[in-house]
C-alpha cells in the first residue's frame, strides 16, 4: 500500500498562489493515475483534479479549470498541484489519493490511499 503525505498548504490572500505536494512512498508511484480532491467544512470531499500515471493527460474539475495546474514527476515520486487565483470558496483541506486500477470516474470512491490532508485557506 502506498503512503502519501500533502505539504504546502497556508493563508494565502485572495488572488494570490500555492504549490501543494504529495509525496509518495511504498508503491511503485510511477503505476497509478493520482489526483487531488478537497473538503470544506460541513461538505463534502470533491474532485479537483487528476492525471495519468505518465503524466500526459490531466482532469479538472469545472471550478478549477484555467486557474490550477496538476502535474506529477514520477522520478521523485512526488504529486503537485498549482494553484493559481485563488478565490476564499477554494478554501478547504487538499487530499491527494491514488486512483484503483481501472477506475472508469473521478468520484472519490475510485480512489484508494489517501494523505492526511493539507489546510489551504484563501482571505478576502
Known amino acids: 500500500q502506498v503512503q502519501l503525505v500533502e505539504s504546502g498548504g497556508g493563508l494565502v490572500q485572495a488572488g494570490g498562489s500555492l504549490r501543494l505536494s504529495c509525496a509518495a512512498s511504498?508503491?511503485?508511484?510511477?503505476?497509478?493515475?493520482m489526483g487531488w480532491f478537497r473538503q470544506a467544512p460541513g461538505k463534502e470531499r470533491v474532485f479537483v483534479a487528476a492525471i495519468s500515471w505518465s503524466g500526459d493527460s490531466s482532469y479538472y474539475a469545472d471550478s478549477v479549470k484555467g486557474r490550477f495546474t496538476i502535474s506529477r514527476d514520477n522520478a521523485k515520486n512526488t504529486l503537485y498541484l498549482q494553484m493559481n487565483s485563488l478565490k476564499p470558496e477554494d478554501t478547504a483541506v487538499y487530499y491527494c489519493a491514488d486512483r484503483l486500477l481501472g477506475a472508469q470516474t473521478f468520484s472519490y470512491l475510485d480512489f484508494g490511499s489517501w494523505g492526511q490532508g493539507t489546510q489551504v485557506t484563501v482571505s478576502s
Open positions: 511504498g508503491r511503485t508511484f510511477s503505476r497509478y493515475g
